[in-house]
Nanobody, 125 residues
Framework: QVQLVESGGGLVQAGGSLRLSCAAS????????MGWFRQAPGKEREFVAALNWGGGSVYYTDYTDSVKRRFTASRDNAKNTVYLQMNNLTPEDTAVYYCAASRAVKLTTTNVDYWGQGTQVTVSS
């Protein structure tokens, strides 16, 4: 069983930055693909970023096109924590952001095993 707790959301002006954190419980954290999804009002939950397990201590990042070169996902296995650094935010990034974990090698929308409770990110214009 893995529990995920997000933090770091809030209100920011367009062009600003936020860093989300996701603290995970469980002794096998390093073996999970971890990532972030978001859901805007009236829209479906969508993939944002992932840190997919490449074996051992190797992880590969993957991003949806709209956040490439603005968002950076990272993980600290010693702290059982994943991060999402979000720069140059726009109003279109406004959503509830969810941390996710998967036993699969690669995190996708359909293979999430655990979800966090979500943290609100609001970007004003």
């Amino acid at each position: 069983q893995v529990q995920l707790v997000e933090s770091g959301g809030g209100l920011v002006q367009a062009g600003g930055s936020l860093r989300l954190s996701c603290a995970a419980s469980g002794r096998t954290f390093r073996d999970y693909a971890m990532g972030w999804f978001r859901q805007a009002p009236g829209k479906e939950r969508e993939f944002v970023a992932a840190l997919n397990w490449g074996g051992g201590s190797v992880y590969y990042t993957d991003y949806t096109d709209s956040v490439k070169r603005r968002f950076t996902a990272s993980r600290d296995n010693a702290k059982n924590t994943v991060y999402l650094q979000m720069n140059n935010l726009t109003p279109e990034d406004t959503a509830v952001y969810y941390c996710a974990a998967s036993r699969a090698v690669k995190l996708t929308t359909t293979n999430v095993d655990y979800w966090g409770q979500g943290t609100q990110v609001t970007v004003s214009s």
